[in-house]
């Protein structure tokens, strides 16, 4: 048990550093990245399964919380780790199919198995610090990502990228020592018990720092600028991987600490969250339908996602947590796919300039069917899993009274429609423009390309075909999200807890 | 000394403010560096100041004597430390790459990702080659 | 251009160099139960080969340290992953210190243990990060 809760931080670590050693060969490097990313598949869902009986928890070095490092595994991380590590192996894959020698080479591989590294220790780690730590080993990795490669694009969205998540980390950082100053602790399960005797005012300025610091990280208005200005920039692999997983750290982070943390006046803290959840839903979409590029449109598209998923969260309750959840898990799978898709019309054409492209249905029919499953999802439209996504979060809304931000999620859900249709009708449907050329005109692509969209369409169709089991996983795990007891007595269990008031 | 530390912080912050508002990409640098000092002064005056006790077990003891500093924030500063330094470097060295390539240190130039219409082609415009990071870090014998 | 035209700091630094490998390596050995450790050691060392980049340089460095820094990143992180899973063998958590004692002569025994190996990890990681960073300016 206690190895499977470290095996998701160990075997990137180790798989980077061989694929590190073994960079020189290409194909052994592939090899190496599509089995260890099969592997990592694996123990996700063991782990899982595992969490299915409680709560799990590992003392790194035996040292007991609060005093050591743990790491914790409750169905919500345990569910974000599966879906992560599906849509890493896809975009893995895909990405053996994709990129070019010079960017294999020069760290590809081991640099996306250490931002993994980061990504998966955010998701387990039950300590404040850690969480901090994760954080920057992730974004380490996605910097040096973003840039491999020397495009001038690259360069100027990876100054904006880094900017921007170098205010949010030292925001966090700001928050962590004043977290640390009044409490005493950095302990997950620890603080959560302790802040309750803490001043709310205090509270509150910890919990609009650490708001900031996460909400730039998960690009929620106003503080997503960074996040259009830098995704389309990259590689195609890379950008996917980045909008599948790491907005979703940030949206993480900020529903583990809301949950578990700042619960001692949701009517302030959760109200500040429902403005910008609405306000970020309506923006993302409204930007979104300015733009004329597939991936900028995409990108765009993850800002309003994003929205969704805050709103579940700022609306507080089981249902409000249970469709964040699930909206979540459809939209890294969805959100993933679009960005894969949006790869082979931009190298069957060799841009995303909606301008140049069109008649892709008439040469590609199948790519255009593909497409629409994810791109159909995401705008809600059943029987795909963002319908019931969708459904939940409007339920969840109009159950809280929340109307007036539940009238713009639907709205903004017809506007997603919208904007998916416009990349349909440009791209696929219409004739092709005079001056657009085709690159790639046979009609095939390799089988590693398409392989993991297929994968990840058919997750969407069952998903929302049988979303029964996710929305029990959904529900079971926002009802753990809820019950911060239960997360302290599974960390500190027979620790007696004591309450430390005001300072240290 | 707490009020001193204080001031400290609010004075690093303050300037680090200023050099983050400025539109020259060093100045951005500078103010972030300076941002991370004044995080790593407010964790430590946070947790605590205590003059001339570390917490160290002294020869022959099992514990440490009562008041004595708080090595936790120690510890953290020094994890923060460690990483806004490869952060920063990291930074350094893509500002410098970023004046190569468009001879500039002005941020409102940086327009080519945010632009609307056919700015595409430009923006994955393969820069001269300048070696990348880890490209010339391999290479290193 | 990072070679110093200085003939006091060419000579200083063969002789400052060695002291300040040696002086590493007992901060080093140092740090399990004192002040010191693999992180402060290893930034000493990487002083060592620092002085020699500005001295004689980068070329002459980058010889004298034979491995390509990033090699020496990625032994240290290796190291400190093989000593932190050496704990499961003993069925205990991961990063779990392990001892062995070795009787020397009479009383005197040596502890060895994985937060050593762990140490060491720490103190090649730093080594190949700094002077990553260092050659890769030092270039320019």
């Known amino acids: 048990m206690e190895l499977l809760v470290t095996l998701p931080l160990l075997i990137p670590l180790a798989l980077s550093l061989a694929l590190f050693a073994a960079r020189r060969h290409r194909r052994a490097s592939r090899i190496i990245a599509i089995a260890g990313a099969t592997i990592l598949l694996t123990v996700a869902a063991a782990l899982l399964v595992v969490t299915h009986d409680g709560i799990q928890v590992v003392a790194i070095g035996e040292w007991p919380a609060p005093y050591g490092i743990v790491l914790v595994a409750d169905l919500f991380s345990a569910a974000i780790l599966l879906v992560c590590a599906l849509v890493s192996w896809a975009t893995i894959v895909y990405a053996t199919g994709w990129m070019d020698a010079e960017r294999e080479r020069t760290g590809f591989y081991p640099l996306v198995f250490a931002l993994l590294l980061g990504v998966n220790g955010a998701f387990l780690t039950g300590d404040l610090f850690n969480l901090y730590v994760w954080f920057e080993v992730m974004l380490m990795a996605s910097f040096v990502l973003l840039v491999l490669g020397t495009e001038k694009g690259q360069v100027e969205g990876g100054i904006k990228y880094v900017s921007l998540n170098l205010l949010a980390s030292t925001f966090f950082l700001s928050a962590t020592g004043i977290l640390y100053g009044i409490a005493g602790t950095l302990n997950f399960a620890h603080l959560s018990s302790v802040l309750a005797y803490v001043d709310p005012q205090i509270l509150n300025i910890v919990a609009v720092l650490l708001g900031i610091a996460f909400g730039i990280k998960a690009a929620v208005f106003p503080l997503f600028f960074w996040l259009p200005a830098s995704y389309h920039t990259p590689p195609v692999p890379v950008s996917a991987l980045f909008a599948g997983l790491l907005t979703k750290v940030g949206v993480y982070a900020l529903i583990r600490v809301f949950t578990l943390l700042f619960v001692h006046d949701p009517g302030w803290t959760h109200t500040l969250l429902l403005f910008c959840a609405a306000l970020t839903m309506l923006t993302g979409v409204l930007g979104a339908l300015a733009q004329h590029d597939v991936r900028r449109i995409l990108s765009f598209h993850i800002v309003s996602q994003i929205g969704y998923m805050i709103f579940g969260l700022a609306l507080y309750t089981p249902l409000g947590l249970a469709s964040s959840v699930f909206y979540l898990i459809h939209h890294i799978v969805v959100k993933t796919n679009l960005f894969l898709l949006s790869g082979l019309v931009e190298r069957t054409f060799g841009t995303g300039s909606l301008d140049r492209l069109g008649g892709l249905f008439r040469t590609h029919a199948w790519l255009g069917v593909l497409f629409l499953v994810p791109a159909f999802s995401l705008a809600g439209v059943p029987p795909l899993s963002g319908f019931l996504a969708k459904l939940l979060v409007i339920r969840a809304g109009l159950a809280a009274q929340a109307y007036l931000a539940t009238a713009v999620a639907v709205l903004v859900g017809l506007f997603t429609l919208l904007s998916m249709l416009k990349i349909w009708n440009e791209a696929f449907w219409k004739a092709r423009p005079d001056h657009s050329m085709i690159l790639h005109d046979t009609g095939r692509f390799p089988a590693r390309l398409v392989v993991p969209i297929v994968v990840l369409a058919s997750v969407t169709i069952l998903l929302g075909i049988a979303g029964e089991p996710l929305l029990a996983l959904s529900s079971r795990a926002a009802a753990q999200l809820l019950d911060p007891a239960a997360y302290q007595a599974a960390v500190l269990g027979t620790v007696t807890v004591q309450a430390i008031n005001g300072g240290v | 000394m707490e009020l001193l530390f204080a001031l400290m912080v609010g004075t690093l912050y303050g300037c680090s403010l200023y050099l983050l508002l400025r539109r020259s990409i060093v100045k951005l640098a500078v103010g972030l560096i300076l941002l991370g000092n004044g995080a790593n002064l407010l964790i430590f005056s946070a947790g605590g100041l205590i003059r001339g006790r570390p917490p160290l077990v002294p020869e022959g003891a099992t514990t440490v004597p009562a008041p004595y500093a708080d090595p936790l924030p120690q510890a953290l500063i020094l994890t923060a430390i460690v990483i806004s330094f490869g952060v920063l470097v990291f930074a350094v060295a893509l500002i410098y790459r970023t004046y190569r390539a468009l001879s500039t240190d002005d941020l409102d130039d940086l327009t080519t990702t945010d632009r609307l219409g056919e700015v595409t082609e430009a923006a994955h415009r393969p820069l001269v080659p300048i070696a990348t990071i880890t490209q010339s870090a391999d290479d290193g014998r | ?140």
Do not use: C, N, Q
């Open chain 3, 1 to 140: 251009m990072t070679t110093l035209p200085s003939i006091i700091l060419r000579t200083a630094v063969r002789w400052i160099s060695p002291l300040l490998l040696l002086f590493s390596l007992f901060l080093l050995l140092r740090g399990h139960h004192e002040p010191g450790g693999g992180f402060s050691g290893g930034l000493i060392a990487s002083t060592a080969f620092a002085l020699f980049t500005f001295g004689h340089g980068l070329e002459t460095a980058r010889r004298i340290l034979r491995v390509s820094p990033p090699t020496l990143v990625v032994a240290g992180i290796t190291l400190a992953l093989v000593s932190g899973s050496l704990a499961f063998l003993a069925h205990k958590t991961f990063l779990t210190g392990l001892w062995i004692a070795i009787p020397l002569v009479g009383d005197t025994r040596v502890e060895l243990g994985t937060p050593l190996l762990f140490d060491v990890g720490v103190y090649l990681t730093v080594i190949g990060a700094t002077l990553t960073m260092l050659f890769e300016f030092a270039k320019e």
